[in-house]
C-alpha cells in the first residue's frame, strides 16, 4: 500500500471547484487497510511526530497550525487525541471553539482565534476555528445578527470579503513562519445517525449526546453547501484543504497523522548547532563536572 499516494487524493487542488458529493468518498479506506495495520501506522506516525516535534521545540523558528473543521459525531476529539498522543505536552496545544461569548462578540471574528495561536517552536490545534465563520455564521443568519456588525452595502458579500480576509490572514501567518494545515473531517450523513444513536443507546456515551446535533442534522444540505464553497474559496497554494473521509475512523486518524508528518518533514527542521564559542563553553563546564 502506497500511503502517500493515498493522501494526496484528498487534497482540495487550489483553483479547482470541487463538490464533496462528486469528488471526496466519506467511507472510503484502503482495501488493505485493516485495524491492526492502521494501529502500526499510526505508531510509527507518533514516532516521528515526537522526533519532529522535539526538533520544532528547540530550533524555535516554526509553529504549526492544525484547524480542524467537521460536523457533529465526525471524530475530531478522538482524532486529536490519538494523532498527537506522543507530543510532549510543553510544545503542543488544544483549542476548542465554543459559541462566542459576550466579550468576543465586541471584538472582529479574527481575535479569539489570534490570541490562541502557536507561539514559535510549538503545535497549535484548533477544534474547530475561524472558519465557523463562513459555515455557522452562514447556515444560521441569526449567529451574524449577533455580531453587532456596521451597516454594509447589501449588494456586497459578506462571504467574499471574509474569504479573501481568511486567505490573507493565513497568507501573512505562513510568510511569518507558521505552518498551516486545515482538514475537514468528511463523515457521511448515514455514520453521523449510527453514533448519534450511539450516544443514546450506549450508557457509556450518553455524556456525549446533545439535542442540539440531533437539531443541525436538519441543516445538513446547508452545511454541505457552505462548506464547499469555503473549500473551493479558501483552499491555497499555501493553505490547501484536506477533506479526510471519516466513516472509519482508524484510517481518518492515519491520514491526518501522515499528512502532519509530511509537512513537518518538509520544514527540514534540524537541532540548533552551536558556535565555536558556546561550545567552547560547553567543555569548560564538562571539565568542571
Known amino acids: 500500500m502506497n500511503f502517500k499516494d493515498s493522501t494526496e487524493k484528498f487534497i482540495v487542488t487550489p483553483g479547482k471547484k470541487v463538490s464533496l458529493k462528486r469528488d471526496f468518498d466519506p467511507s472510503f479506506k484502503p482495501a488493505d487497510l485493516d485495524k491492526e495495520t492502521a494501529k502500526q501506522l499510526l505508531d510509527e506516525n507518533l514516532a516521528k511526530l515526537t522526533e519532529y516535534q522535539a526538533k520544532l521545540y528547540a530550533q524555535n523558528k516554526y509553529a504549526v497550525l492544525v484547524i480542524i473543521q467537521a460536523l457533529d459525531a465526525a471524530g475530531k476529539d478522538g482524532t486529536i487525541k490519538h494523532v498527537m498522543s506522543g507530543v510532549n505536552p510543553q510544545g503542543c496545544h488544544v483549542r476548542s471553539f465554543k459559541p462566542p461569548s459576550h466579550e468576543e462578540l465586541d471584538h472582529d471574528y479574527l481575535w479569539r482565534c489570534v490570541k490562541a495561536l502557536p507561539e514559535r517552536g510549538q503545535i497549535g490545534l484548533f477544534n474547530r476555528s475561524y472558519y465557523e465563520e463562513v459555515l455557522v455564521a452562514r447556515v444560521h443568519p441569526e449567529v451574524l445578527a449577533k455580531q453587532q456588525l456596521p451597516p454594509r452595502d447589501k449588494s456586497s458579500s459578506i462571504w467574499k470579503e471574509r474569504f479573501e480576509e481568511i486567505n490573507n490572514f493565513e497568507k501573512y501567518l505562513v ?24 450516544r443514546i443507546e450506549m450508557p457509556e456515551k450518553n455524556w456525549k449526546f446533545s439535542l442540539q446535533d ?21 483552499s491555497t497554494n ?12 482508524p ?18 527542521l534540524s537541532y540548533p548547532t552551536l558556535s565555536k564559542d558556546q561550545q567552547a563553553i560547553l567543555l569548560k563546564a564538562k571539565d568542571r563536572l
Do not use: H
Not at 475537514?184 to 445517525?193: A, G
Open 175 to 198: 510568510n511569518n513562519g507558521t505552518l498551516v494545515l486545515k482538514f475537514f473531517l468528511y463523515v457521511s450523513k448515514d455514520e453521523q445517525k449510527k453514533r448519534l444513536l450511539e
Open 214 to 234: 440531533i437539531e443541525e442534522r436538519q441543516f445538513w444540505n446547508d452545511y454541505m453547501e457552505a462548506y464547499e464553497d469555503c473549500f473551493n474559496q479558501t
Open 238 to 249: 499555501w493553505a490547501p484543504w484536506y477533506v479526510i473521509p471519516a466513516d472509519y475512523k
Open 251 to 268: 484510517f481518518t486518524r492515519l491520514a491526518v497523522g501522515t499528512i502532519i508528518c509530511q509537512a513537518l518533514k518538509s520544514l527540514k
